[in-house]
C-alpha cells in the first residue's frame, strides 16, 4: 500500500518528522555558533525524538501483524 501526502499528514509523520528535524537543527546551530545550549532544550528534543522513533517502531509492527 503506498502512502500519499495526505496520508502522511492525517497520521501525522510529517509533523513530527518535520518537528523532530527543526528541534535538531536549533541545537546544531546553537552549538556550532558557540552559544550555550539550554538543557530544558535538549530534554525537550530528546523527547520530540524519543517519541518520534518509538512512534515508527510500533506502526511497524502493527504492519507486520
Known sequence: ?????????????????TL???????????YLTGQDVPDPLVNFVALILGYYFGSKTTMAQMRSK
Open 20 to 30: 523532530a528535524l527543526v528541534m535538531v537543527g536549533v541545537i546544531c546551530y546553537l
Open 1 to 17: 500500500m503506498k502512502s500519499t501526502f495526505w496520508d502522511l499528514l492525517r497520521e501525522s509523520v510529517i509533523m513530527q518528522g
